[in-house]
């Protein structure tokens, strides 16, 4: 998924810093979670994971690709479809994805307030897409209630429409704005997809919450930290994705049709109170390292995260050259750029 700050294309090379400087361990938080990419790459290297974020659509991620370890069968569901006699499709998971791609669609709270037909004529989606998400959203929540779909099921269920959903939307990246005109991509008729599921024997933890309540709960190896790295809050950036997730018919306001985000704002975005919980984690006693994921452009400046790590144990700082592709803020095309991506290695005294 397109998210600000998805390590995916850096995750490689973090791994190689774990390895090279022989950081080892078995309890693996992953304290920023957002696309639960993170989580997922370690996850399949057998550590057992414990991981959160404030934003409740990372949290749908994170049931299905972190706390699920098992391949959905649908069995209670399947029955009361009328799906088997298609025999081009022999797949569980499949059958009930063409299920819901086939739902003729309704005029609920996106069709409502996110595609042309409402006051606002937001241009999020085409009506016809609208209508499908709400359909396919309202589906999927009566099949939990009625109890035909397990928990695991609902959740893979719901990250498989999470994952869809940003291949068409009528957006630049964010969902803080819509384009005037329709992208290609919105036209296409909307289209839920299978996500990649990964098994493993360990028992992992996930959570919708402030990572800062979970730095006692568990005796963490490696405590890994991806915080924002600017002032821009996530929750106004992808407030549709957790408007679907939740579908919890919120109030909304302005010309993008924004949900509250109150309870959501992360202090990560704001220079003191950033360094202030750097400093209460690094205090923190249940961990051996730390890694902080950063660049030479964050907030927190590099002197002031060194003073703080400094005082724990060792620090190792790693730097990697990583083109980006910047649009600035005069909506310019965007331009190209190198910036530092940093990791901060923090291996503790008594580790
Ligand atoms: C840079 S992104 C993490 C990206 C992630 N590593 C990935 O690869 O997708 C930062 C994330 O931290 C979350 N966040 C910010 N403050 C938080 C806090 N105090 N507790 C939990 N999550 C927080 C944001 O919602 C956002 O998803």
Redesign the pocket.
């Known amino acids: 998924m397109r998210?600000?700050?998805?390590?995916?294309r850096l995750i490689d090379w973090i791994n190689s810093e774990i390895l090279n400087n022989n950081i080892t361990g078995e309890l693996f938080f992953?304290?920023?979670?957002?696309?639960?990419?993170?989580g997922k790459y370690f996850k399949q290297r057998d550590y057992q994971i414990v991981s959160?974020?404030?934003?409740y659509f990372?949290y749908v991620l994170q049931k299905a690709y972190i706390e699920n370890n098992e391949y959905p069968t649908f069995e209670n569901l399947l029955p009361k479809l009328n799906v088997n006699s298609n025999k081009l499709i022999t797949d569980n998971f499949d059958l009930v994805l063409q299920y819901l791609n086939n739902l003729v669609g309704i005029e609920g709270f996106i069709y409502k307030n996110y595609t042309p037909n409402n006051e606002q004529k937001r241009m999020y989606f085409i009506p016809e897409n609208g209508k499908k998400i709400d359909a396919i959203r309202t589906q999927i929540e009566k099949w939990y209630n009625d109890k035909l779909i397990k928990e695991n099921e609902y959740y893979i269920l719901l990250a498989s429409l999470i994952e869809s959903v940003p291949f068409f939307a009528n957006i630049l990246g964010v969902f803080a704005a819509y384009k005037k005109d329709w992208d290609k991509r919105a036209l296409k008729p909307f289209e839920l997809k299978r996500i990649n599921l990964l098994q493993s024997k360990k028992e992992h933890f996930v959570y919708n919450?402030?990572?800062?309540e979970l730095l006692n709960k568990y005796e963490y190896d490696i405590i890994y930290l991806?915080?924002?790295?600017n002032q821009r809050q996530?929750?106004p950036n992808y407030h549709l994705l957790e408007t679907i997730a939740k579908y919890d018919n919120p109030a909304i306001k302005g010309i993008s049709g924004m949900r509250n985000y109150d309870k959501?704002k992360?202090?990560?975005c704001n220079r003191e109170k950033a360094l202030k919980e750097l400093e209460n984690i690094v205090k923190s006693k249940n961990y051996n390292y730390l890694l902080l994921s950063y660049n030479n452009e964050g907030i927190m400046p590099q002197e002031e995260i060194i003073k703080i790590l400094e005082k724990s144990g060792e620090v190792i700082l790693k730097e990697y050259d990583y083109l980006r592709f910047k649009s600035n803020n005069n909506g310019e095309a965007s331009k190209k750029k190198f910036i530092k991506e940093q990791l901060y290695i923090l291996k503790k005294n008594n580790s």
Request: aromatic share 18%; charged share 20%; glycine share 6%.
């Open positions: 998210f600000i700050g998805n390590k995916e992953d304290f920023f979670s957002g696309t639960a990419n993170v959160s974020d404030l934003l990372s919450q402030n990572s800062m991806d915080p924002p790295y996530y929750a959501q992360s202090d990560f």
